[in-house]
């Protein structure tokens, strides 16, 4: 999967996963280093204390959602010992087989502080968020805490005549938004 800290100023992408965009392509004008750790910004406050063995339920995590001019790719993690599991854009669960939704997760072995894991990491579009759910599997009541570190970029919409060269050459990347297509 193309990462964020594989995309420069000056690529072309065209984005999959989201009807709007389908079988456009964008031009990267900028990018910049993007980070967020849920709770730690003033008036943020997506997950409350979960006792031992309870879950927080799904929270939205909306603030890093994009604009409608950007993309933006976060590889996440945690440290404290709850299990994760997320939802992208209209309840879509990630990270487990369809028929078994309960299965895929993250936690702070197969993601944490020191390794985060790019395999689990999403790509973004305006109105897509992920929504996560901490299973509190630890001896100890805690507030859950997830990292995000990544990339925004600006992007500007190709023109139908240049699209054309581009589908010619050949010369641009594919970006699925959240992960892979799981229709």
Request: net charge negative.
């Amino acid at each position: 999967m193309l990462k964020g800290e594989d995309i420069r100023p000056g690529f072309i992408v065209q984005v999959e996963g989201d009807k709007a965009l389908k079988g456009k392509f964008y031009k990267i004008i900028r990018s910049e280093a993007s980070q967020y750790t849920t709770g730690k910004t003033t008036g943020a406050k997506e997950f409350s204390t979960v006792a031992t063995t309870l879950e927080s339920d799904y929270k939205q995590i909306d603030r890093l959602e994009p604009s409608k001019t950007q993309l933006a790719y976060y590889d996440w993690y945690v440290k404290d010992g709850c299990i994760y599991q997320m939802k992208l854009k209209a309840g879509t669960i990630r990270f487990g087989p369809q028929q078994e939704p309960n299965v895929g997760f993250i936690d702070n072995e197969l993601s944490g502080e020191v390794y985060p894991n790019s395999m689990f990491g999403i790509w973004l579009y305006n109105d897509w968020f992920p929504a996560i759910n901490a299973q509190n599997v630890t001896p100890y009541t805690l507030t859950p805490q997830v990292f995000f570190i990544g990339w925004k970029f600006d992007i500007e919409e190709v023109d139908a005549q240049e699209m054309v060269r581009i589908r010619q050459t050949g010369k641009y990347s594919i970006i699925i938004l959240g992960g892979v297509n799981s229709s």
